[in-house]
Nanobody, 124 residues
Framework: QVQLVESGGGLVQTGGSLKLSCGVS????????MGWYRQVPGQQRELVAS???????NYAVSVKDRFTISRDNVKNMAYLQMNSLKPEDTAVYYC??????????????????WGQGTQVTVSS
């Protein structure tokens, strides 16, 4: 069974840094765009950053120049380096593997996968 396991969340002061990690089991990592999302209670989950299999990155305006997404295609890991953290970055962060339109040999589509979430709290 394919799993995404996140780690690295925690409590940090304003201006501090954290690095989130996401380990992916299974072959989906080889063709999935990896993304980090975050969600605050009562609000929709929002995309923070994504990285394609070719290394093309995309960032939310609110985190651009502060966060860096990366992936290690040998270790099947995705990372989110978060610097200059602000209280408004406080949220549960989720790792996502988006396989696009890739299909299994029997024709079924691969489904996007989500991690369990990790809490990031930035104190003022």
């Amino acid at each position: 069974q394919v799993q995404l396991v996140e780690s690295g969340g925690g409590l940090v002061q304003t201006g501090g840094s954290l690095k989130l990690s996401c380990g992916v089991s299974g072959s989906i990592f080889t063709f999935a765009t990896m993304g980090w999302y975050r969600q605050v209670p009562g609000q929709q989950r929002e995309l923070v950053a994504s990285i394609s299999t070719f290394g093309i990155t995309n960032y939310a305006v609110s985190v651009k120049d502060r966060f860096t997404i990366s992936r290690d295609n040998v270790k099947n890991m995705a990372y989110l380096q978060m610097n200059s953290l602000k209280p408004e970055d406080t949220a549960v962060y989720y790792c996502n593997a988006d396989p696009g339109r890739r299909r299994y040999s029997d024709g079924r589509y691969y489904q996007p996968l989500w991690g369990q979430g990790t809490q990031v709290t930035v104190s003022s």
